[in-house]
């Protein structure tokens, strides 16, 4: 396992469990105490755990930090393909069902899949993401609807009050929904008022909302919630998510797929 896939997991059962010591995480992932001790240095430079004695405790804080589209595209990349591929289960049975994808990195690698399928010139799709418009655009899709409004250079998401009435007025059989961070008690959230507005009006015109999210998200909180849990049928994520995480979200009637 790289150390930056230790970290990530490292990271998401801090959160979930409140602390984490070393010893027991060095049993986990069979390194030496001292290797666990430098992934927790990295991790409390970061601002992400807490270092304490013997091991790091859970940070409080609400993150606001963003990355860059190319930097968020390049992170876990096996995971994001993973549930990318399940999420194809969950497209439309019908010719002519209707789609929201939002700007999520993980919905774009999903759209990648749905730009290739036959079927896909049967969906109308709505997004308010430059990068998934041009891409099935690209491939001749016809039926692609890029929301209108000022476009966010961080993430290449179209935004705005333009956008949002647009959003009002339709429905769509299936909202496919990226996030960065997901709790029990925060929901879903992410760091900019602006596009959380946009995620929360997909999830609130949609028949069913299919949640991408790989394990390193579980358990972070952001500034700005956009969803609750029980706004979400169901979440795809990877197989490196905290198991009490997804036993409480299928508490909770929430499907989840550990994808692989």
């Given amino acids: 396992m790289y150390a930056e896939e230790r970290r990530r997991q490292i990271a998401a059962q801090t959160a979930v469990e409140g602390r984490v010591n070393v010893t027991?995480?060095?049993?986990?992932?069979?390194?030496?105490?001292?290797?666990?001790?430098?992934?927790?240095?990295?991790?409390?430079r970061d601002g992400i755990v807490h270092r304490v004695h013997g091991g790091a405790v859970a940070t409080q804080s609400f993150q606001t930090t963003e990355l860059s589209l190319d930097a968020r595209l390049r992170s876990a990349p096996t995971a994001k393909s993973a549930i990318a591929r399940a999420a194809l289960n969950f497209l439309p049975d019908?010719?002519?069902?209707?789609?929201?994808?939002?700007?999520?990195?993980?919905?774009?690698?999903l759209a990648d899949l749905i730009a290739d399928a036959p079927q896909a010139h049967q969906w109308p799709i709505v997004t308010n993401s430059l990068p998934i418009a041009l891409t099935m655009a690209n491939k001749g899709l016809s039926e692609i609807q890029l929301l209108g409004g000022s476009v966010r250079a961080i993430t290449?998401?179209?935004?705005?009050?333009?956008?949002?009435?647009?959003?009002?007025?339709?429905?769509?059989?299936?909202?496919?929904i990226g996030t960065n961070a997901l709790t029990l008690d925060h929901g879903l959230s992410t760091a900019d008022a602006q596009e959380a507005a946009i995620k929360s009006a997909m999830v609130t015109n949609a028949r069913r909302v299919v949640?991408?999210?790989?394990?390193?998200?579980?358990?972070?909180?952001?500034?700005?919630?956009?969803?609750?849990?029980?706004?979400?049928?169901?979440?795809?994520?990877?197989?490196?998510?905290?198991?009490?995480?997804v036993q409480s979200l299928r508490d909770r009637d929430v499907q989840v797929v550990l994808a692989s």
Avoid: H, W
């Fill in 94 to 109: 019908t010719p002519g069902g209707s789609l929201f994808l939002d700007a999520g990195t993980t919905v774009t690698a």
């Fill in 211 to 245: 949640v991408l999210c790989d394990s390193s998200k579980i358990g972070n909180d952001y500034l700005v919630s956009f969803a609750a849990i029980g706004d979400i049928d169901v979440v795809i994520t990877d197989a490196n998510a905290p198991e009490s995480y």
């Fill in 24 to 44: 027991d995480l060095s049993r986990k992932f069979n390194v030496t105490a001292e290797t666990i001790r430098r992934d927790l240095a990295v991790l409390d």
């Fill in 156 to 176: 290449q998401a179209v935004v705005g009050d333009t956008a949002l009435r647009t959003l009002a007025l339709m429905r769509a059989d299936v909202a496919f």
